[in-house]
């Protein structure tokens, strides 16, 4: 089982920057990919960003150019560097870590909101 706590939500205005990190725990060998989906209102849960731990990233076009993940493998740590932020952006953030021996872990959420 892999548990994963998020930190680095908050308030913050439009066109600011925000960083979300990621920390997984348990026993996570071999491929595995983690990222972050995002979940507003009414709304469904939708991917945000992903990296392997090969380092193949994958991004939603909506935030293509302004959010960056990156993770470090020894740390098992994931972090979204989130720029140019914009009302739509605000949501609840979650962490997702899957792999074939571990299954699909989430974190808590952090929420996110951007406003005026």
């Known amino acids: 089982q892999v548990q994963l706590v998020e930190s680095g939500g908050g308030l913050v205005q439009p066109g600011g920057s925000l960083t979300l990190s990621c920390a997984a725990s348990?026993?996570?060998?071999?491929?595995?990919?983690m990222g972050w989906y995002r979940q507003a209102p009414g709304k469904e849960r939708e991917l945000v960003a992903s990296?392997?731990?090969?380092?193949?990233?994958d991004y939603a076009d909506s935030v293509k150019g302004r959010f960056t993940i990156s993770r470090d493998n020894a740390e098992n740590t994931v972090s979204l560097q989130m720029n140019s932020l914009k009302p739509e952006d605000t949501a609840v953030y979650y962490c997702?870590?899957?792999?074939?021996?571990?299954?699909?872990?989430w974190g808590q959420g952090t929420q996110v909101t951007v406003s005026s």
């Open positions: 348990g026993n996570i060998f071999g491929f595995n990919i």
């Open positions: 990296v392997s731990s090969s380092g193949s990233t």
């Open positions: 997702c870590y899957s792999s074939y021996r571990n299954g699909v872990s």
